[in-house]
């Protein structure tokens, strides 16, 4: 039990897999094709400020809207009986397991001009809505992926808070609202961190779901990445410096998310 | 006035996530190709589906990968957990906190950065690529599911076992391997389903003959063609909810049998 | 002393699960009183409590506070605190925040807030507390501050659900005589939730026994020790023997194969009845010149007295004396006819 050898095969790993590669990203983000370096790839990244600022806004948005919608639907799960918990976490979860991109494809059918929504709306003589290819249909997106992910880290923390505490809250005289801005609000904060961490990294990064329902005209970070690697512009120097700039955004805003957090470092990810 | 209120607002939210799969299944069903009107009933597409050898390849190379890379990572991570966890507080951090860079990095990265290692040491993209990639982001989940229990268990049952007898190595596999079982347990399942369903990495770090399902799927959907799409996806959803009907009955048998054994004990 | 009923409460019935939990309880609570609900674990007294508080509402009965029906008032708008059984602090606050909390809701100011804090942190031994986190204190410090919590309020009637089980036995024998001087000092009547007798005894006014969702007996703690009204009061409170008899007439009732005189009566003739002797009414006599005679089983040294077990007629006498026999040996039992207490045979629940 004391011995350290046993990790030794996943040290080896995680130099080569994990390390190494991080830092061929590096390597090719300050380098030119002939090997020299350069800050020229960063500074390329900076004509595409808008797309970035885009990336950063609309996942924000979906974030939040994903924070407010799960809010409430954390809190009654983790207030009900115990056998109806497990039913309704298995239907939150069940989405989750089926195919990322069928999911995505699936909303996509919906959303056509010609699409079920629109037939609906024709029914009462209104539309048809332009709402595939747009931003909107890509926070759409972005919040029907992402939900569960909000969902499960609240659900978890909010188990823990003692049913006691809250009736002492209302002995004490606290109403509803009291009761959820002064007991259950800061208590859930572990947990909002999390989610918002487990929705807004996806949503930045994403490419699948920009390019099936923003059309080619909305492009978010992810685009231009792949775009760089495997798509017409090969670069894969300005490839790696946006991954980096990437990279970077998401560090500034978990330790933005860490400045609220305290002391929570167990695997909430679990 | 608050229970119905709630009630109806849970509703909203499952209409929310289960109306597009479960128009997806409607139409798999679908006479016509189109993705709107109704015709009549068939199961043609489904025919098709069993018939089209781009996705049963797709399958097979996704099945192999998952179950290659669920088991090496769960062997990789669970030593490198039991390692970890005798390490001393500066460099057990620093190597969770490596650790922690497949889980909370972009996918795209990741996959990015594989790509960038293996055409450095020369690696064509391919099933061993592929491979390499999937146990790479696997381990680390059988890492955070082992380590928990690691903490959890009672040191004293390794020098029980030892001072009944046990080499430290006979003690280990005896006792401590059984209480860490359960972590173990879910590590596998989670790198299994997370090898299953990957897209993003698999893309950046594949072959052209080594598709995986995701990534078949994808030039499926790229293509819009056909409902074959709705077909594989009401037979995905249907395994899904297979597996967790089981799991959750177990689950409950479980359950029943350990209440049952408390109010036997009361007696 | 009568004083004003303050909460009264009227054949309240509560059913869980099918299960009716009480059964119908009529009890009136007096203003500045410490009554103590005292039962064994599942006889409905801390139902019977939250009813009070608010946490459940019954499905038949009525409650009253200060005269008006309060059913279906929310606890947050009852005059009443509770002090929870694992105290129920808020973790994410620290001791003045957590005592705070009340009157915050109420909009009071800042500085006469700082007061009331400090004040009743100062009568509840945490003076000086204020900025320390809750998760750290030890459990008698945390019962403090639950208690404090709630009396800060200045509520018309305190509730406390078994605040003292989580503790040691000597802090449990402190917190009982604080709790006692802080209830008497500030006037509010305590309504007081335990399964352990002897604490009920030894700070209640009035001592609400309970069984099965019913109300046993209500009485001063000398009352229900001394003059139990059936025989589960009569074993739940202190030690009892309790043996078979019959009454043959009025002051003369026989058990352990002859006749003894007694001071009860209003019996019918030849009734069967439960015969109750407390241990320490018994007195040791040689064999001779015993009422009874046995062979002394156990012996055991219990610090205040010798607790020992004799096999007598049947039945295994328990005896408490401040001497020890030798067991095996043979001794005679004598009793006096004010210490035999007789009570009707109770008829058997369900």
């Excluded at chain 1, 407010?68 to 056998?83: K, L, M």
């Excluded at chain 1, 003692?162 to 109403?175: C, P, T």
């Excluded at chain 3, 998760?135 to 605040?163: F, K, M, T, W, Y």
């Excluded at chain 3, 010798?306 to 004598?334: L, R």
Aim: aromatic share 10%; charged share 15%.
């Amino acid at each position: 039990m004391k011995a350290k050898s046993p990790a030794f095969p996943y040290l080896v790993w995680m130099a080569v897999f994990i390390i190494v590669p991080l830092g061929l990203v590096v390597y090719f983000a300050v380098t030119t094709e002939t090997g020299e370096f350069t800050l020229d790839n960063i500074t390329h990244v900076s004509q595409y400020v808008s797309v970035i600022i885009s990336s950063i806004w609309l996942a924000a948005l979906a974030t939040v809207i994903c924070l407010v919608v799960s809010y409430p639907i954390s809190f009654v799960i983790s207030r009900a009986g115990f056998s109806r918990q497990k039913t309704m976490l298995m239907l939150v979860m069940l989405p989750m397991w089926m195919n990322f991109l069928l999911r995505t494809y699936a909303w996509m059918t919906l959303l056509e001009n010609n699409g079920l929504i629109n037939k609906f709306f024709g029914l009462f003589g209104i539309g048809p809505f332009d709402m595939i290819n747009t931003q909107g249909a890509v926070v759409l997106g972005m919040v029907y992926n992402y939900l569960p992910f909000m969902i499960l880290p609240l659900y978890s923390v909010m188990t823990k808070i003692d049913g006691k505490v809250i009736e002492a809250a209302q002995d004490l005289g606290a109403n509803t609202f009291h009761v959820f801005s002064k007991v259950v609000l800061p208590l859930s904060v572990p947990g909002i961190s999390t989610g918002i961490t487990m929705v807004f990294v996806p949503a930045v990064s994403t490419f699948i779901i920009s390019r099936m329902l923003g059309g080619g005209g909305n492009l978010l970070i992810g685009d231009l990445i792949e775009l760089q690697f495997l798509g017409g512009s090969y670069n894969p120097h300005l490839g790696a410096a946006m991954s980096l700039v990437l990279m970077v955004i998401i560090l500034l805003c978990m330790s933005i998310m860490n400045s609220f957090d305290s002391e929570q470092e167990e695997a909430m990810i679990l | 006035m608050k229970k119905a209120a709630s009630r109806i607002y849970m509703l909203l939210v499952f209409l929310f996530l289960y109306a597009p799969i479960i128009v997806m299944m409607v139409f798999s069903f679908n006479e016509s190709k189109s993705r709107t009107v109704f015709t009549g009933f068939t199961l043609d597409w489904y025919y098709k589906l069993f018939q089209n050898d781009v996705i049963i390849s797709a399958l097979g190379n996704t099945m192999l990968v998952a179950v290659i890379a669920s088991i090496a990572s769960t062997v990789i991570g669970t030593a490198a957990a039991i390692g970890i966890f005798a390490m001393n507080k500066r460099l057990r951090s620093f190597v969770l906190n490596v650790t922690y860079i497949p889980i909370l990095n972009p996918e795209i990265v990741t996959g990015v950065s594989l790509m960038l290692l293996f055409g450095f040491i020369g690696l064509n993209l391919g099933l061993t690529t592929l491979v390499l990639a999937h146990i790479t982001f696997c381990v680390p989940y059988v890492i955070l599911n082992v380590m928990p229990k690691l903490r959890q268990m009672n040191i004293s049952l390794y020098e029980a076992a030892q001072d009944l007898g046990c080499s430290p190595v006979r003690a280990f596999f005896k006792v401590v391997i059984p209480e860490i079982m359960p972590g173990i347990i879910t590590g596998f399942l989670m790198a299994f389903t997370y090898s299953l369903d990957d897209f993003v990495v698999s893309y950046f770090t594949t072959g052209a003959t080594s598709q995986t399902l995701p990534i078949a799927i994808y030039s499926m959907t790229r293509r819009k063609v056909s409902p074959q799409i709705n077909a594989l996806s009401t037979l995905i959803f249907i395994a899904v909810l297979l597996i967790l009907l089981l799991m959750n009955i177990r689950d409950a048998r479980a359950y029943k049998r350990a209440s049952q054994n408390k109010k036997g004990d009361s007696l | 002393m009568e004083s004003n009923t303050i909460v009264r409460l009227r054949n309240i019935v509560v059913e869980y699960d099918g299960e009716r939990v009480l059964k119908g309880i009529d009890l009136n609570i007096h203003d500045n009183e410490f009554v103590t609900l005292l039962g064994p674990s599942g006889c409905g007294k801390t139902t019977t409590l939250r009813i009070i508080g608010g946490f459940v509402e019954p499905m038949e009965g009525d409650i009253f506070f200060d005269g008006k029906r309060i059913n279906g008032l929310p606890p947050h708008k009852r005059q009443v605190n509770t002090v929870f059984q694992k105290y129920a602090l808020f973790p994410h606050l620290n001791v003045y925040e957590n005592v705070a909390f009340g009157l915050k809701l109420q909009r009071m100011p800042e500085k006469e807030m700082k007061l009331r804090v400090a004040e009743m942190l100062e009568l509840v031994n945490l003076k000086g507390f204020e900025r320390r986190g809750v998760n750290n204190l030890s459990g008698g410090q945390q019962q403090r501050v639950a208690i404090a919590r709630a009396l800060v309020n200045h509520p018309r009637v305190l509730l406390l659900d078994e605040p003292l089980g989580a503790l040691d036995l000597k802090l449990r024998k402190e917190m009982q005589t604080e709790l006692k001087k802080i209830q008497q000092s500030l006037n509010i009547t305590f309504v007081y939730v335990t399964h352990d007798q002897e604490e009920a005894l030894t700070m209640s006014d009035t001592v609400v026994v309970m069984n099965n969702g019913n109300v046993q007996q209500i009485g001063t703690p000398e009352d229900i020790y001394n003059e139990p009204s059936n025989a589960f009061i009569a074993d739940f409170i202190g030690e009892s023997n309790i043996i078979d008899g019959i009454m043959h007439k009025d002051f003369l009732v026989e058990f352990a194969g002859r006749d003894f005189d007694c001071v009860d009566k209003g019996f019918s003739r030849q009734e069967k009845v439960d015969v109750v002797i407390r241990p320490e009414d018994i007195k040791v006599v040689p064999q001779i010149a015993g009422q009874i005679t046995g062979i002394v089983e156990s012996v055991t040294f219990k610090g205040v007295h010798f607790e020992m077990i004799v096999d007598a007629c049947g039945y295994k006498w328990m005896i408490h004396s401040t001497q020890a026999e030798v067991p095996g040996s043979c001794i005679g039992m004598n009793v006096t006819p004010e210490d035999i207490h007789i009570m009707k045979k109770m008829e058997a629940e369900e």
